[in-house]
């Protein structure tokens, strides 16, 4: 299975200022580089380019003012290729980054040019997979890919909109950030992410912004928007950032795989036994139950029922009923195969009308996911 890694960027101040007349601007830009799993990433080499020069797509006309260190890892070292290059390579070739596990990559001492507007950074790296002996997978072989490219922008000082960033820039799933920027009052400002659409104007005290998102499950960017008029006509400033999530969910339209895929997670056994008996649980996965029940009493039916009731959807029943003790041609074990969705709530019902029966449940998730008691 191809291995990569995740990048999320951030500069300080953001957005960049650029350097006066008067004073130069010094800027810091952060690479949070992160293994979002499923396996282990061997790293040979990350290669981040800054364009250099004096124009409004260059960042910077003196590259050798910079320093690149790394934050939160160890077993890195950095190296300035050359004008707007710098890489980093493990001090131990081979070195491996395990799911979840992340660094920072420091620029320090940018000296911001002159000129207002776009720049472009550049981020390519050199990876590879790790071989699963328990699986029997073989290793992903190196390659070498151009990881993406971040815009960054460069403005004038007293810009309306600035500072935008998050507390955290990888979370995991299922946990918020806060969100905080500075601004002028008086224009009206609005947050997007996803597909949603939230005014934040209320969220500002004094030139101070904040607002904490809803749970992340998956990568997500964040646009702020901040609209007002200036002489007449109609100005819109905006920031972005983004926030990485450990283990994401993930929704794709197809998937080829080319290594081992798993789909169920650990088995889990549930009701059954041989006393009747009703039990209430609820799915947090995706998943199958597969059962039978048994009589041990010719003429003395056993009933086992299965109830689903998915989230938003009407209820479903799956029954059987075994009449038989002594199999042959007849029915001696009756058996049921039960699809649930995620979050339906899910009663088992096993009965007998007067004799012995031995019945037998078992959950298999898809993923990781028990079904959990509800409790009466």
């Not at 460069?154 to 500072?163: C, I, N, R, S, V």
């Not at 100005?235 to 080319?258: F, I």
Request: proline share 7%; with cysteine.
């Amino acid at each position: 299975m191809t291995a990569a890694l995740s990048y999320a960027v951030h500069t300080d101040p953001a957005p960049l200022k650029v350097s006066t007349d008067k004073a130069e601007s010094r800027a810091v830009l952060r690479v949070t580089v992160t293994n979002p799993g499923p396996g282990p990433v061997a790293c040979e080499l990350i290669t981040l380019t800054l364009p250099t020069g004096n124009g409004t797509g260059a960042l910077t006309a003196t590259p050798e003012t910079i320093t690149a260190h790394v934050e939160g890892g160890t077993g890195w070292q950095t190296e300035h290729a050359g004008g707007g290059v710098f890489q980093l390579r493990p001090a131990d070739p081979g070195a491996e980054l395990k799911p979840g596990e992340s660094f920072v990559i420091r620029l320090d001492g940018i000296v911001v040019n002159r000129a207002a507007g776009t720049v472009t950074l550049g981020v390519a790296d050199t990876t590879s997979g790790i071989a699963d002996t328990t699986a029997g997978s073989p290793a992903a072989p190196p390659r070498t890919r151009t990881a993406g490219s971040w815009r960054l922008a460069k403005a004038p000082t007293g810009t309306m909109l600035e500072d935008f960033r998050p507390d955290r820039t990888s979370v995991p799933n299922g946990e918020t950030v806060t969100l905080t920027w500075s601004c002028v009052d008086g224009p009206d400002y609005e947050l997007f992410y996803g597909d949603q659409r939230v005014t934040v104007n209320d969220r500002i005290v004094d030139g101070h912004g904040s607002w904490t998102s809803p749970c992340l499950h998956t990568a997500t960017a964040f646009m702020l928007l901040g609209s007002t008029e200036q002489d007449g006509a109609p100005v819109t400033y905006g920031l972005t950032t983004a926030v990485t999530v450990d283990v994401p969910d993930l929704e794709v339209g197809s998937l080829d795989a080319n290594g081992t895929v798993r789909l169920f997670g650990e088995i889990q056994e549930i009701a059954g036994g041989v006393g009747s008996g009703t039990w209430t649980y609820r799915a947090a996965t995706d998943g199958i139950i597969t059962g039978y029940i048994k009589t041990n009493q010719t003429g003395t039916p056993a009933t086992l029922n299965v109830f689903v009731t998915p989230p938003d959807t009407k209820q479903r029943k799956f029954a059987a009923q075994s009449w038989d003790a002594q199999g042959g041609m007849e029915n001696r074990e009756a058996g049921l195969l039960v699809p649930v969705s995620r979050g339906s709530v899910v009663s088992v019902v096993q009965k007998s009308d007067g004799g012995g029966f031995t019945a037998e449940l078992t959950w298999f998730p898809f993923g990781s996911g028990p079904l959990q008691v509800v409790e009466p």
